[in-house]
Every structure is written in C-alpha cells, then in structure tokens.
C-alpha cells in the first residue's frame, strides 16, 4: 500500500521541483534586485527592531540583533509557509480537475519554497553573525536540527490548514489574526524574562517557543539542548505531520467537487 | 497483467448540489442549526460495469448530461468514485482540455517542461522529445515567448503536441478535437491513427456519430448514468442515430 505511494512520490517529484522553480521565477521576475530580497528583508527587519528596541525599550537581551533574527527567521518562514500551503488546495482548481495530480503536492510545495527562502535568510543571520562578533561553537553547526523540527511542524500545520480553506474559506482570513497574535506569544522581539511567571504556560504550550528557543541555544549561548527539549520538538513536529497527513488522506478525495 | 486496459465495476457517482453552496463557517453553523443540511442528490453515473480491452478504440456517445465526462475523468483518477471500483492499467494521456497547466507568464519552453511533469514525465525524457514537440506544433521562433502573447491556435497546438507526444498507453479524447482549424484538425487525426496503430487504447467522446463510427471498434451508449447499450461500433451508431431521427 505505502509502496504505491512511495512510487507515485518519486514519478511526481519533478513536478514538485519544477513548481518550486516557477515559483522562485514568478516572485522574482521584474524586480532588480530579484532574490537578493530574501536576504534583504530578514536583514531590514532586523535592522527597525534593533532601532526600535534598543532606543525606546530598552531590554535586557544581549545581542539584540542576533537575538532577533534567529526568532525572525523562524516565525517568517512558519507564517509564510502555512499561509501559502492554507490556500494552495484552494487555487488549484485549474490543474486538479483536469487532471489526476497527487493533492499534497500543492501544500508541500508552498512550504518547500518558503524553506527555500528560509535557506537564503540564513544568509542574512551569517552576516549579522560576523558583524556582530558573535562568539559561535560547534553547536552552531547543529543548525539544521531545529529548522528540520521547524519544517515538519509547518507541513502538518500547513496540511490541515489546507484542507480547512476547501470547506470553508473564512480560514483564509482569520488564520492572518490568529498569526498576528501568536507572533505576540512568541518572545521574537522581547527577551523571556518580562513575561510574568503565572503566564509562563503560554510559551510552554507554544511549539515555535520551542523552536526558536533551540536555535538561540545553538546559536547564543553554544549548548546543546537536552533530550527533554528535543524530546517535546520532536513530539511536536512529528504529531502535528502525523494528523495533518491523516486529515489530508481521508479528505482529499471530495477537494475536487468543492472548488 | 490482465488483458482490459480499463476495468470499470459497479461504479457510483453521487454529487450534492447543494442549492446555495455552503462554504463559510457562519453558514455551516446556522443551517446546522435549522437542520438543513440536506442536499440534493445527484446520481451522474448508475451502476456502471464494463470492460475496455487494451489496443481498443473505445467510444462513448450519449447526450449531453448523460455522464460521459464524469466516467472519463473517474478514469483519470480526478474523481473518485462514489461507489464501485476503478481498475486500470497503464499510462493515461487525458486530452480534457488542452494546455492544462500551462502558466501564461512563462515561455513556451518553460511551461513545455512544467506542463511535461504535470503529465509526469521525467525531466529527461522531455528533453529527449524536446525537438519533436517544437516541430510538431511548429513553434520553432516562439520558444522564449512568454505563452500569454500566443494565439489560441498557437496554445492548442503545444497542448496537444505535449499531450501526444510521449506514446501512452491510454489516450482519452474529449471533444477538443472541436478546437483548432482543419490544418490542426487534420493533424490531429493523424497523431491518433498512428497511436491506434501502435497499440495504444483509445477512449473518445464525441457527439459526432460519423467520427464515432469511423474510428471506433466498439462504442457504449450513456443515457442518464445509465449504459443503455454496449457493442459493436455500427450495431450501436445505428441504434443511436434511428433513436436521434425520432426527435
């Protein structure tokens, strides 16, 4: 059973890289400086903040700027990747009722592409790295670790979002309130410390806290996280594909009369 | 490896219509609450059992309504089917509408290998049969054109050339062949009787009876979900046409 789809997996997956290439062409034709934008704009982004917090809030991060990006380029790459999977199924209407093409390549394709652009902020966060004199250890190198949770957790997530904007649209619209405001719970531009100790819960039940916290461990203060840490990351990441997969397989079949 | 390229079984076809389409929350919840939720039913395909065997020339007539697109595209796999099962075997080349996929801000030469992998060819095996699908739709000077500055004759041709142009085993044909002038037309034709030739099965839809007669070896007769009659091409053309007289 799992080999029919394995099969059909890999006889797709040229197309599933031929969508992430005219993706990356349509985004950034007839604009000069083209890709260098997602390099630029995690960097611009955090070059406001840093304007921003350092002078009229004061805080008590160190390295604000590092501090920064790292929660930054999590949280735009999980915001960009739900979204654009949320309504890909959606806008596929063209393609899916002329033809038979496997309907999870469309979510997994958006996401791909925002890792894609994940990949090319980290371009930014080097040059920060350097510009700020950030003191790295190997654990640096452990980078990939939290991104992949990052990836995985937004496939779910992105997956069952999906499936909710077939049957009914209004998602499209709220999820935008509902990201606005977790990216408030999430401690991107403010340290952990100015959140009282009754409210502490919020981070813990938030899986991007988890992420984010990972790679600035990494990254900041050059430890490696335990099995505890990577133990709640991995739950995560892996349950939330695990029910986005479910819900997908046993939905997908009625996509097609409701678009 | 049995010797029906489509195995058809008991199939259903339901669709709810809905007499306004609910696609909000708010709505779901207040007809939740009213209690109705019901929908209209719609059986577009009844207890439909058949056979097509491969290297057949397979032809469906029936009026409009009568299900023939819908039994074509459960067999492309873009429906599933309500009840019953699908069985089939081989490459399916559908010929729906023409150029689907294709992205009018790309070139010719884009989308030829964007539309290839929605078809699913390997990118390699496009490349191999690059030349050929440039000569066939005789777009030799327009390959870096982006497809939104193309006729739609110039489109149709590099949809049925991309459709066409890997051998499969299975081509389904539904009334496109309508699209296009009698140069394309003719074309066409002689795409298909090669494929035939070479073995491949072919499903047509056609409201043409003269079409339908001339290159069929059999032909089912669908009248509202139903299959009314099933055989050989001229026993059930002639049927079709003496009933079509009394109107």
């Known amino acids: ?259 | 490896m049995s010797e029906n390229a489509v195995e058809i079984r008991k199939v259903y076809m339901r669709f709810n219509l809905s007499k306004e389409k609910i696609d909000s929350l708010k709505e779901f919840f207040i007809k939740f609450i009213k209690r109705q939720l019901m929908f209209d039913e719609f059986i577009a395909l009844n207890d439909i059992t058949f056979d097509i065997k491969k290297g057949e020339i397979f032809g469906i007539v029936g009026l409009n309504g009568s299900g023939k697109s819908t039994l074509l595209k459960i067999i492309s796999s873009i429906y599933k089917p309500s009840l019953g099962t699908v069985k089939v075997e081989g490459s399916i080349a559908p010929l729906i509408e023409l150029g689907t996929g294709f992205d009018m801000d790309l070139t010719a030469r884009e989308n030829i290998f964007l539309n290839g992998t929605i078809l699913g060819h390997t990118t390699k095996n496009i490349q191999n049969k690059f030349d050929e699908i440039v000569d066939f739709s005789e777009l030799f000077e327009f390959l870096d054109v982006p497809l939104k500055n193309f006729s739609s004759g110039m489109v149709a041709r590099l949809g049925f050339a991309m459709a066409t142009i890997t051998k499969p085993d299975i081509l389904i044909v539904d009334e496109i062949l309508s699209v296009g002038d009698f140069l394309f037309q003719k074309k066409c034709e002689e795409r298909i009787s090669n494929l035939m030739r070479d073995g491949t099965t072919v499903i047509i839809v056609s409201h043409s009876i003269t079409q339908i007669e001339r290159l069929c070896n059999r032909v089912m007769w669908l009248e509202k979900g139903k299959i009314r009659m099933i055989g050989p091409a001229e026993q059930v053309c002639n049927a079709y046409k003496i009933t079509a007289s009394t109107f």
């Open chain 1, 1 to 259: 059973m799992s080999h029919k789809y394995i099969k059909n997996f890999i006889k797709y997956r040229p197309l599933l890289g031929n969508l992430i290439v005219r993706d990356i062409k349509v985004k950034y034709r007839r604009s000069m400086l083209g890709v260098l934008w997602s390099v630029l704009n995690p960097l611009l982004m955090m070059l406001v903040m840093t304007a921003i917090f350092s002078t009229l809030f004061k805080s008590d991060i160190v390295n604000f700027p590092v501090y920064y990006l790292t929660g930054f380029i999590i949280f735009a790459f999980f915001s960009e990747a739900t979204n654009a999977a949320m309504a890909s199924i959606v806008y596929s209407g063209s393609l899916i009722k002329k033809i038979y093409i496997p309907k999870y390549i469309f979510p997994i394709e958006k996401i791909l592409f925002a890792f894609v652009n994940l990949m090319f902020s980290l371009v930014a966060l080097i040059f920060i790295l350097i510009f700020t004199s950030t003191k790295l250890t190997f654990t640096a190198l452990l980078f990939p670790i939290p991104l992949l949770y990052a990836l995985v957790f937004s496939v779910g997530i992105g997956l069952i979002l999906s499936v909710l904007a077939v049957f009914f649209r209004d998602i499209l619209h709220l999820y935008s309130v509902l990201i606005t405001a977790w990216t408030y719970f999430t401690p991107i531009f403010y340290p952990v410390s100015i959140i009282p100790h009754r409210f502490e819960w919020i981070l813990t039940i938030n899986p991007l806290y988890h992420f984010i916290s990972y790679f600035r461990e990494i990254i900041l203060a050059g430890t490696i996280p335990g099995f505890r840490e990577n133990l709640i990351c991995m739950t995560i990441s892996v349950g939330a594909f695990l029910l986005g997969l479910a819900l997908f397989k046993a939905q997908q079949d009625k996509f097609v009369l409701y678009i």
